[in-house]
């Protein structure tokens, strides 16, 4: 009879800690916000490069939070001139970030030798991306 209360007791005390721990679960992805209900919105895409950004491996260079480092500085990079290795410049739009990360040696900004690695990522992860590096106005 003794084991079949703490039986019960295991249950009555289990019970609401996991349907806590499942409620605490539910879905915390930055698809759903109540400014931007489907996820395909410009605070959402710009969530999607931030993780991007962190998870394959940009960050390393580029700053946890696009200070920069061993690749040039994202942190108000958008509107700015860009000086390259040969002395040419260029103001810094959405062309010209999404040309960098899809062809990384198409232009070397000045004071960085380290060539940033090929990248595999889609259209949309680039696109999430820019909407990340544009957002970092400074």
Do not use: K
């Amino acid at each position: 009879m003794r084991r079949g209360r703490s039986g019960l007791r295991v249950l009555a005390l289990g019970a609401p800690l996991l349907l806590g721990a499942v409620v605490a679960c539910g879905d915390d992805s930055p698809a759903s916000t109540p400014a931007d209900p489907d996820g395909s919105g410009p605070e959402a895409a710009i969530e999607r490069g931030q993780q991007l950004a962190r998870t394959r491996g940009c960050a390393a260079c580029h700053g946890a939070d696009g200070q920069g480092g061993l690749g040039p500085e994202w942190t108000g990079l958008v509107g700015s001139t860009v000086t390259f290795e040969d002395g040419s410049t260029i103001t810094a739009d959405e062309a010209y970030i999404t040309e960098s990360i899809v062809d990384p040696t198409a232009h070397v900004v000045d004071g960085f030798s380290v060539t940033m690695p090929a990248t595999d990522l889609t259209d949309a992860e680039v696109a999430d991306l820019v909407a990340y590096i544009g957002s970092l106005a400074g």
